[in-house]
Nanobody, 120 residues
């Protein structure tokens, strides 16, 4: 069973930093991408950053220059380094990945979500 396990959420003050991690467990043959989304109550889930198997990363305009997404291909793990955090970064952050388990087709998986709260 493929699962995405998230960690690193918490409470920080404005200007602080947090590092989120997401590790895909299970028997995985390859991945298309791994990403982080975030969502606040009453709003749609938005893409924060994504990274391809090649290592090429993309970022939402709101976080570009402050967040950095990296990956460990061998472990199918991604880390989101968040710096210069703002109150508007407060959200429930979800790991997302399109993975191909052994002997199966690609499918999209979601983590359970980890809370990031930035106090003013």
């Amino acid at each position: 069973q493929v699962q995405l396990v998230e960690s690193g959420g918490g409470l920080v003050q404005t200007g602080g930093s947090l590092r989120l991690s997401c590790a895909a467990s299970g028997s995985i043959f390859e991945d298309d991408y791994m990403a982080w989304y975030r969502q606040t109550p009453g709003n749609e889930r938005e893409l924060v950053a994504s990274i391809r198997s090649s290592g090429a990363a993309s970022y939402a305009d709101s976080v570009r220059g402050r967040f950095t997404l990296s990956r460990d291909n061998a472990k199918y793990t991604v880390s989101l380094q968040m710096s210069s955090l703002k109150p508007e970064d407060t959200a429930l952050y979800y790991c997302n990945a399109r993975l191909r388990p052994y002997n199966r087709n690609f499918a999209v998986y979601w983590g359970q979500g980890t809370q990031v709260t930035v106090s003013s």
